[in-house]
């Protein structure tokens, strides 16, 4: 057998030489296509259900939403273990399917069983979820120039950054720590209201109906015709102060400002996020899909941040800029004054993990080398040309270093 198969190379060279070739471009194209993970996901696919209703106690919501969507849950295919908690107000449920279910099938069958087993009380719609244990993939922080307010940070954050971000190619959600979320509070005086013969409910509804913007029919103009329309959207303190709750005898009007206060406040806070020295920063962190590749969408997102910075809105907000805290492959440390120096193990994970890592431990398979470990011999990497430097954002700078070969 081995004779015949040394006769067959020897006689048919260049048949031989074309597999090779063959065999080393199909191993160049995967090389170019492989997905370097620091930290590989060994979870099989987990969905988190929740149901939320507001002023249920947990045994409610143990009662009325946790259990029936573990009943509907329960016969979807694949499921190997569904773990549930109920809280107040909040019901959560856990399902973890078994090793080599898609994640696509899990989901859509998750999701035809809440629709078609589960009717929850009030109308109230479960949503799902997709767990990840790697999927944390970058931080940032959210600077603005000085007394901009923490208030005016959070809005931003809510309202652009994280709407910007989300609409990348691969991120499945934006998390938000710290800042104080802007309300509009309205503190109306129960005796003013009974003097005015107005019950709380029709001073709510009046608010709520005086936020909109309605339309109505057109008036012709010679030869055109200009659309009619009500702007009634609540921009400022005294659009509310103004609305009109009803009118007395003789069509005085009574106004909001008539029986409340109206003021600009924040909802209660459970926590603060800070960096470094500031005990009270803005800061998101970007989750990934569980099925796309972190190389990939972290290329996508620290484009689209670097878009952002680069954006000059109209309104005054040129100086806020996103700064990268440390992102899913990076280890960032303070060097040489004001600079950052980040060490991007995406680009020399492989080579680096030879030479300086698995030398270092031996007999030591790469599994049982913690991350720490990991960061601190990647601090040992030579510092970074002048020429490799590159300027990201304004506030915070990164210098990319050049890895030799």
Known sequence: MLKALLTFALTRRPLVILGLVVLVAGGLVAFSRLNIEAYPNPAPVILEITAQAPGLSAEEM????????EIG????????????????????VRVAFNYGVDYYLAYTQAAINLQQRVALPNNVQATIQGSSLVGEIFRYQLVGPPHFGLTNLRTL??????????????VVQVVTWGGTTKTYDVEINLHRLDAYNITLQ???AAIGNANLNVGGRTINLGQQSVNIRGLGL????????????????????????????VSIGYLPRLGKAGRDGE???????????????????????????????????????????????????????LAQGNTWRSYSTKKCYAGYLKR????????????????????SWLRRLPLAKSSCAKIRGRDVRSIQPCLPT
């Not at 300086?356 to 991350?371: F, M, S, T």
Request: aromatic letters at 6%.
């Open 279 to 333: 005990d009270d920063v803005v800061t998101g962190i970007v989750i990934m899909h569980r099925t796309q590749k972190t190389n990939e969408v972290l290329d996508r997102v620290e484009a689209e941040v670097e878009k952002i910075n680069g954006d000059n809105p109209r309104i005054s907000l040129r100086a806020i800029t996103i700064s990268a805290l440390c992102s899913h492959f990076e280890r960032c440390e």
């Open 234 to 261: 609540i921009q400022r303190i005294e659009d509310i102060e103004n609305i009109v709750l009803t009118s007395q005898p003789g069509g005085i009007p009574v106004l909001v400002k008539d029986v409340a206060k």
């Open 62 to 69: 143990e009662r009325y939403y946790t259990i029936p969507m």
């Open 356 to 375: 300086w890592i698995v030398p270092q431990w031996g007999k030591y398979e790469l599994r049982n080398v913690k991350a720490i470990e990991v960061e």
């Open 73 to 92: 849950l329960a016969t979807t295919p694949g499921v190997d273990v569904i773990r549930s908690t109920s809280f107040y107000g909040l019901s959560f």
């Open 157 to 170: 954050q809510d309202w652009v950054v994280q709407r910007r971000l989300l609409a990348v190619p691969g």
């Open 202 to 204: 029709q001073a709510l």
